[in-house]
């Protein structure tokens, strides 16, 4: 393993603990015809041995993974959706006490959350780079700007519309390699008084639980709460809480303010002590990751190859982000599964990123049945089994690789 030059945030040394190989954006579907224009790039991961955040130990251009045609939708699932309502509940009942309060989003995606917020008549606006989410968004009802948040952009909506009372982020900031931007933007932008609440996937629960397709270009950062609270200090904010959520895995809801705004709340050194009995802050916990996740796609492998030369139909569930680490980390291709279907239109009928696995409208996976599906959208299974009991009941079975390869 070799050492990268320093941290991005504060310029310790980096070690590497895995190398994923080569990967292309991890949202990008190619049509059949663009294949030559894929962009690749090395995806390893280190963690530096000062402030203790895990990274990449390279970048993916951010105008190659949040195109306009990003095709990422958050209220394809029932369960974000439901999350993302109680959010703007949250919200609304108990940190805007005005009328008059902003509540800025980074990130917004499709409206899921600020939706709900404008029908309340909270004022909000959210910020995407992605053109195509943006539109739906303000179908939804929900305000919009199209582009990257940063200082320049933060700056320009508080002459337009005051300072925000609450800016909000999910499944973003983690996204951002150059995260000195997005803080001096909120700097720009919060109230003196106000809060910035970001969620974002727990490192801890990606070790623990294998998790490790959710490592991809998009994930520059693996969050702890210990690297973290450095991490907003070293901006001038301090964190005052911490919950953990359920979404994705295994999520943490982190929430910050100006030093002094707001007390400190017991549940971020309790999280930082046990981050210390569990080791996530050590080089060699991640050592024993990377082996790890090398004997579950050693696995994974050969019992797609089993399955195939026993004459068994396999086919992919869910076309998403993670999907891509794990088919170009084990190089699972059309030979292995013939498609992925997915419920995404701006999906369908495109390429996998990298393996060119074709995608097919969802209803390809009754049309007929296959033996075994591959579920990448894991995180989602309680939802997606439910949903597709008719293909159990007719003896088809799931395949899992989290924590390990398994067959439900």
């Known amino acids: 393993m070799s050492v990268a030059p320093t941290c991005r945030l504060c310029a310790g040394p980096v070690r590497e603990w895995m190398d994923l190989g080569r990967q292309p954006a991890s949202n990008a579907f190619p049509r059949p015809d663009e294949t030559d224009a894929e962009r690749f790039f090395r995806l390893a991961v280190g963690i ?33 959706r439901r999350h993302f309502e109680a959010v703007a509940g949250w919200l609304r009942d108990t940190e805007l006490t005005d009328r008059a309060d902003l509540v800025v989003e980074i990130g917004c995606n499709d409206g899921a959350m600020l939706g709900v917020l404008g029908a309340s008549g909270v004022r909000h606006l959210g910020v995407d780079p992605s053109a195509g989410a943006a539109r739906t968004a303000v179908a939804r009802g929900a305000e919009v700007r199209v582009g990257f948040f940063d200082e320049v952009s933060a700056a320009a909506i508080r002459a337009e519309r005051g300072p925000a009372k609450v800016v909000f982020s999910a499944n973003t900031i983690s996204h951002v390699a150059d995260i000195g931007t997005v803080f001096r933007g909120v700097d720009r932008l919060l109230t003196s008084d106000g809060i910035f609440v970001f969620e974002d996937r727990y490192v801890a629960d990606i070790v623990e639980y294998a998790y490790f397709d959710q490592i991809y270009d998009e994930h520059f950062y693996l969050f702890s709460v210990r690297a973290v609270d450095a991490m907003v200090a070293r901006f001038g904010f301090e964190l005052v809480d911490v919950e953990r959520i359920p979404i994705h895995g295994g999520s943490l809801r982190f929430t910050v303010a100006r030093p002094g705004a707001r007390p400190r709340r017991a549940s971020v050194g309790r999280m930082i002590d046990e981050e210390a009995q569990t080791a996530i802050g050590e080089y060699d916990t991640y050592l024993r990751f990377a082996r790890q996740i090398e004997r579950v796609g050693a696995d994974l492998v050969a019992l797609l190859t089993d399955l195939r030369d026993a004459g068994r139909r396999v086919v992919g569930y869910g076309a998403t982000s993670k999907s891509a680490t794990v088919t170009n980390f084990c190089g699972i291709g059309p030979d292995l599964v013939p498609f992925i279907c997915d419920t995404t239109p701006e999906k369908q009928g495109r390429l996998s990123p990298g393996m060119h696995i074709p995608v097919r409208p969802h209803a390809a996976f009754a049309d007929p049945y ?39």
């Open 48 to 80: 530096c041995a000062e402030c203790t955040m895990v990274q990449q130990l390279e970048a993916m251009p951010t105008d190659h993974m949040f195109r306009a045609d990003y095709p990422y939708r958050s209220s394809t699932s029932d369960g974000l």
């Open 370 to 408: 296959p033996d075994y599906a591959l579920l990448f959208a894991w995180n989602h299974a309680e939802e997606i089994m439910a949903k597709e009991r008719h293909f159990v009941a007719q003896g088809g079975r799931w395949i899992l690789y989290v924590p390990h390869v398994h067959i439900v």
